[in-house]
């Protein structure tokens, strides 16, 4: 089973605790990246350019969809229960949502076809999300970044690299730092301990 395979990969596989680890505060950081993103947007004024804003919301609810699944899949009790309120929510849909929620069931209750189902979202989403990804960039592109500086002259911008990129990459960095001394010393800070 799922909740069985889970534990295998902890205690058995080499360094498997440290990848499931990673995997799961990785999502809870990514998330509030996301939250820190859409309050510079807002306090920004991002909001403005519809288009883009508008992907934005729909990238935040492919990626929520994607983090629920994926908190399915080791099975447990959490898992289970929050799969069924959380799926029986969509049976409130007029006229589709009991069919709705028994196609993405397999079936008549929560049970193996929906975490097969489930397994395949979880995979298959991060495509779907770097694909609108791109098209967010492509309209941020399109459409200019709201500037905090309020300059509208050439001669005071400076070129992306190396300034940009250095402070990115050092950001990266302190996340990828922060990540990992997470996962090794406080592992269930950010999830619950099931």
Known sequence: TAFSSIGHICRDVNYGWLIRNLHANGASLFFICIYMHIGRGLYYGSYLYKETWNIGVILLLLVMVTAF????????????WG?????N???????????LVQWIWGGFSVDNATLTRFFAFHFL???????????????????????PLGLNSDADKISFHPYFSYKDLLGFA??????????????????DPD
């Open 83 to 87: 799969a069924t309120v959380i799926t």
């Open 69 to 80: 699944v994926g908190y399915v899949l080791p099975w447990g009790q959490m898992s289970f």
């Open 174 to 191: 302190a996340l990828v730092l922060g990540l990992t001394a997470l996962s090794l010393f406080f592992p269930n800070l950010l999830g």
């Open 89 to 99: 929510l969509l049976s409130a849909v007029p006229y589709v949502g009991n069919s």
């Open 125 to 147: 989403f991060p495509f779907v999300i770097a694909g609108a990804t791109l098209v967010h960039l492509l309209f941020l592109h399109q459409t200019g970044s709201t500037n």
